[in-house]
């Protein structure tokens, strides 16, 4: 490829996004009683971008995130996942077939360590069941090596080493959430949620945090949809930008087009209706 | 055993006569890995071949930036395995700095140890003409940039092998250049931090390394079951003797800790016979136990608190093998097994049988305390000229307040003005292209001017009392010994860093940096509350407990007759940690005086007024280079001096005044 030198790298990744579509929203609506989430939205991800879904706060985009890995269910609309139309589905499958999501809250197990938090993210891929987990001879043992590899090399990527066997809630909520991303990280998804994850950060964390983000989908190859607030942040780091406003789409494109698009520039700074 | 002449030379022995012994070890993915002298040799010899490969010619430099990692340490032999000058950079320097010494050496390659590195390299690229090739160890990152002047470490390694596989004679005539070595030859550049001024390319050779590192072998009686932990800067000249020179002479195990996060960690792991640390470390340790110990149950507070006490009176008598009463001796053994052993498995020094400290003074308390517990902490006096060496402390000749005797072959001579001045068989071959430098530093016989006033006590140890032009005098002529004045303050754990002036001035004042990490605990067993660094260092609470250590200061002070006019009149504390990016500290730690008197002159003004507080706005640069602006009103406080009560302790000022 031709990265020319050091700059900002989303324009490699982003010779990726010709590519095929991973997931399409077709005119998907959402309705919580009378109260209208998500209305008429169609955006695609394709395969290896980073995608960011932006909006002022109440926009929608949790609620879309949700409506992905399948914790809410649309009322309308339709979801096609790698090719296939999605019908209901509940977030242990959505899970299953390859989507993992971070929390905007921290949602670890406090007490454990960040090498048990972050295996714990493998379980989906263990193959053995509990009893020869307990046991611990022969294939479930092997089986164990091979997983704690895997995420000793996501330790290593997102250079936890030094906690690794600390308990997390004695961390530092940067680090905590660099620790739910390594379990996001260990089911190995093809398509990865991140709910806002630099909230809370500060400078140097959010900095750390946006390599991180550019190295998983430029070197592990992970599809990445994020919800965030920091605009420079997602200028820097998606390949295209979905924004909605009420619940609706107002525009959708490249991070340039979507900065100078009017409707955007309105719902951000406010218009007298 | 014969002395050979160059270091490859020491890396073949080694391979030849314990091939099979583990001579690198490695942390990755959570566990270590182990090469032995075997496979090292083949290592570097594939990556030596692979740098000829690549048209490295006799005499070309080689960079190497990043942190302790065994193909950095491999580099050093293959570069100069293939005639070529390897030249360690401070990896935390910023482009602009290491752009100097780049350029200044004249690099032809450079080898990197990740994307963070080489990115920083190339973003000075235009000003390297002689840059040819950059090699990097991590690939992380950088795996779309194999062009073709930017390589991967195990590339270059391949492209060693196949050459060998092409001509198998190779190996043969790999061999015959080292043998072409010889001892005067030049072996390592080491640019010196530079306390003043820009850094200034020592050249070491061979014979200056492989004597130094012999003497220093036999001193401490160190052989191949050594093992040590490298993880100070390889660029500095303590490193590249403990991790490089002394490891290939002496045959030991160097081991790599998996990031500079984990050191304390992998340390404890390992378990080292033989450590070296600068004091800082010692000091941060030490602040680390008495943080842990306040926040730990009464019971074992107490414990803990009984047996230090009981070390401080009996542990360094026995580590010196004095007699102590029997009782006394016992008592010790059961705080061995409760509180010293225990704590010292912790630390990571359960099996060292030698630490050294040196770079700079070393507080006495903090010195005595380590030794008390059984650990033979030893001082040694070095710098990047006399690779290393100058002196170093016997076993069982230990004071807190001298470096030791001279090393193996050093001559020391006192000069009229109080300037240490050595001479050694480790005394550098020159600055490389600063002849004026050299000249004024290197006498024509070979002495060397060390810049540091000191005097030689009655049993022959070495005492430096300061860098020579940093010992000044107050207005009324007594003695001003700055450095002298900040160890002892810097010996509370709540104090990390001091910049005292006095020098023409009527009184002494000083800046104190808080360290965060032992007043940040303490302010929350206090219930204070605070948003930031700046908030806590201008917290009143704050304020009242440095001003309690000043006084400590101040009392032990005027109980020396010949520092007693030192004492601490005012002080402030600064709301800003002393950084290495903003040029107040040196890569290696040292408060950079000048520098820092120059860029707050007016709280230094303000110091010597009687305003209670003063405004500054200071520019700072942040990690990734930016640069903003701290602005605070920094509150000065005023500790009224006694007047020495003590005639006797008086009289010796008036008679010097």
Redesign the interface.
């Known amino acids: 490829?031709d990265?020319a030198?050091?700059g900002n790298a989303p324009s490699?990744a982003g010779a990726g996004s010709g590519q095929t579509t991973l997931l399409d929203i077709e005119n998907v609506s959402l309705s919580f009683g009378g109260v209208k989430a998500i209305t008429d939205i169609s955006f695609d991800i394709r395969a290896g971008e980073v995608r960011a879904i932006i909006g002022p706060n109440g926009a929608g985009k949790t609620s879309m995130l949700n409506v992905i890995n399948g914790f809410y269910h649309p009322q309308e609309g339709a979801i096609t996942w790698k090719g296939q139309r999605r019908s209901r589905m509940r977030p242990h499958e959505a899970a299953a077939s390859g989507i993992a999501r971070t929390f905007q809250n921290v949602a670890l197990f406090k007490g454990m360590s960040t090498l048990d938090n972050v295996m714990s993210g493998r379980s989906l891929k263990m193959h053995r069941g509990l009893f020869w987990q307990m046991v611990h001879v022969g294939p479930a043992r092997r089986e164990e090596i091979a997983h704690?590899?895997r995420v000793?090399?996501i330790?290593?990527?997102l250079?936890i080493?030094?906690i690794?066997?600390k308990p997390v809630g004695k961390l530092s909520y940067g680090l905590q959430k660099r620790v739910e991303l390594g379990r996001a990280m260990a089911m190995e998804p093809e398509l990865l949620l991140l709910d806002e994850p630099m909230a809370g950060m500060n400078?140097?964390e959010k900095?750390d945090m946006s390599r991180f983000i550019l190295?998983l989908a430029?070197?592990f190859g992970t599809t990445i949809a994020l919800i965030e607030h920091d605009m420079g942040v997602v200028m820097d780091l998606a390949d295209r930008v979905v924004v909605l406003d009420y619940g609706k789409k107002i525009a959708d494109g490249t991070p340039t087009e979507v900065q100078s698009n009017q409707d955007v520039i309105d719902a951000y700074l406010g218009v007298a209706r | 055993m014969q002395t050979l002449p160059s270091l490859p030379h020491y890396l073949l022995r080694n391979a030849e006569v314990r091939g099979g012994q583990v001579a690198m070890r490695h942390k990755e993915l959570g566990i270590w890995r182990e090469w032995s002298w075997r496979q090292m040799l083949d290592e570097i010899e594939t990556f030596s071949l692979g740098l000829l490969a690549l048209g490295l010619a006799p005499g070309d430099r080689v960079a190497i930036v990043g942190a302790n990692r065994p193909r950095l340490y491999w580099t050093f032999a293959a570069v100069q395995a293939a005639l070529g000058v390897p030249v360690p950079v401070y990896a935390d320097s910023v482009a602009d700095e290491m752009v100097y010494v780049l350029e200044h050496a004249g690099v032809r390659f450079a080898i990197c140890q990740d994307q963070e590195q080489v990115d920083k390299v190339l973003s000075v690229r235009e000003q390297l003409p002689a840059l040819e090739t950059l090699v990097y160890d991590e690939p992380r990152g950088l795996a779309d940039e194999n062009v073709a002047e930017v390589l991967d470490f195990a590339h270059v390694q391949a492209l060693g092998r196949q050459a060998r596989e092409r001509d198998p004679n190779l190996p043969v005539v790999w061999r015959d250049g080292i043998d072409t070595l010889k001892g005067p030859d030049l072996c390592v550049m080491m640019y010196t931090s530079g306390t003043t001024g820009r850094p200034k390319g020592v050249m070491l050779s061979h014979d200056n390394l492989i004597v130094t590192c012999l003497n220093a072998n036999a001193f401490d009686g160190l052989g191949p079951d050594e093992q040590t932990i490298a993880y100070l800067p390889l660029a500095w000249v303590g490193d590249h003797l403990f991790s490089y020179g002394q490891a290939l002479t002496a045959g030991y195990c160097v081991c790599c800790p998996e990031s500079l996060d984990t050191v304390t960690m992998d340390r404890r792991e390992i378990a080292p016979t033989y450590f070296f640390a600068p004091p800082r470390v010692f000091e941060t340790l030490l602040t680390t136990i008495t943080v842990t110990m306040e926040d730990a149950s009464p019971a074992k507070r107490a414990m803990f608190d009984h047996f230090i006490a009981l070390a401080k009176r009996h542990g360094e008598a026995i580590l010196n093998g004095e007699s102590v009463p029997l009782l006394a001796r016992l008592h010790y053994r059961l705080g061995e097994l409760f509180v010293y052993g225990p704590l010292k498995n912790r630390l990571g020094l359960s099996k060292a049988r030698v630490a050294y400290t040196a770079g700079e003074a070393i507080g006495p308390d903090i010195f005595r305390f380590y030794r008390s517990l059984g650990i033979n902490l030893k001082q040694l006096y070095g710098q990047t000229e006399a690779s290393v060496y100058i002196t170093a402390q016997p076993d069982g000749e230990i004071d807190a307040d001298t470096v030791g005797t001279p090393s193996t072959d050093v001559e020391l001579r006192i000069a009229e003005s109080g300037e240490v001045l050595y001479r050694s068989p480790g005394v550098f071959m020159g600055y490389y292209r600063n002849e004026e430098a050299t000249a004024s530093t290197k006498t024509a016989e070979g002495w060397v001017h060390t810049g540091d006033a000191g005097f030689i006590d009655d049993r022959g140890h070495l005492r430096i009392i300061d860098r020579a032009k940093d010992v000044g005098k107050l207005a009324d002529d007594s003695l001003f010994p700055p450095k002298y004045i900040e160890n002892k303050l810097k010996f509370f754990s709540a104090i990390k860093e001091v910049v005292a002036f006095g020098d023409g001035r009527s009184y002494v004042a000083a800046f104190v940096n808080i360290d965060l990490t032992a007043v940040s605990n303490w302010a929350e067993r206090n219930d204070i509350v605070y948003g930031s660094y700046q908030e806590l260092a201008a917290h009143p609470e704050v304020y009242a407990m440095v001003r309690g250590h000043v006084e400590q200061v101040n009392a032990d002070l005027a109980a020396e007759p010949r520092v007693a006019g030192a004492r601490i009149h005012r002080f402030l504390i600064l709301h800003k940690e002393l950084d290495a990016d903003d040029g107040e500290l040196t890569r290696t730690q040292k408060v950079r005086r000048a520098f820092i008197s120059e860029r707050y002159e007016a709280l230094i003004d303000a110091l010597y007024s009687d305003d209670p507080e003063r405004f500054v706005s200071t520019e700072v640069t942040f990690e990734d280079g930016r640069r903003g602006r701290i602005e605070a009103t920094v509150r000065i406080e005023t500790v009224p001096l006694e007047p020495l009560a003590d005639a006797a302790a008086a009289e010796p000022l008036r008679e010097a005044s």
């Open positions: 490829m990265a030198g050091g490699a704690r590899r000793e090399e330790i290593d990527f250079e080493a030094h690794r066997k400078l140097e900095e190295d430029r070197e």
